[in-house]
């Protein structure tokens, strides 16, 4: 779930780029295909991470430098152990919001919610705005 986006174009990769940092998910992925031709393509980021918390957001602006891609990313995680002894997080709760400037200028948004790892209990659900979610 902790994965960052980006699109590979021909300008220079900058040093915050999520790809550079072995992501590897690709800024549109979570985007349904219909919709791709829709929407207004990043052609730079933003990453900013948590230190506090596993969560991260990622900005995408278009060639004026405009907003047009934003994802924020949350992982919560439990103290957990086998033992008694030996003690290890693991993910209890994750959420993430994507979204991105449609040509008309509203924004869809998808937010995904994963309540339960044990039980694989997904949720996503896709809506629109007037404004970019912050």
């Known amino acids: 779930m902790g994965t960052s986006l980006f699109i590979n174009t ?5 040093p915050d780029c999520p790809n550079r940092l072995g ?3 690709r800024w549109e992925d979570e ?3 219909a919709l791709k031709d829709l929407v207004v393509p990043p052609i730079s980021f933003d990453v900013f991470k948590e230190y506090e918390l596993q969560a991260d957001r990622t900005c995408g602006c278009d060639a004026t430098n405009q907003p047009c891609y934003c994802a924020f990313r949350l992982i919560q ?3 957990r152990s086998d033992d008694d002894e030996v003690y290890f997080e693991e993910p209890v709760y994750a959420e993430s919001i994507t979204s991105w ?7 869809l948004i998808c937010h995904t919610t994963v309540a339960s790892f044990d039980d694989a209990a997904v949720q996503t659900r896709f809506s ?3 404004a970019m979610p912050r």
């Open 10 to 14: 021909p300008n220079e990769i900058r």
């Open 23 to 25: 992501y590897g998910t």
């Open 31 to 33: 985007l349904p295909p």
């Open 77 to 79: 995680t439990q103290l």
């Open 101 to 107: 400037r449609l040509l008309d200028e509203r924004w």
């Open 128 to 130: 629109l705005s007037d």
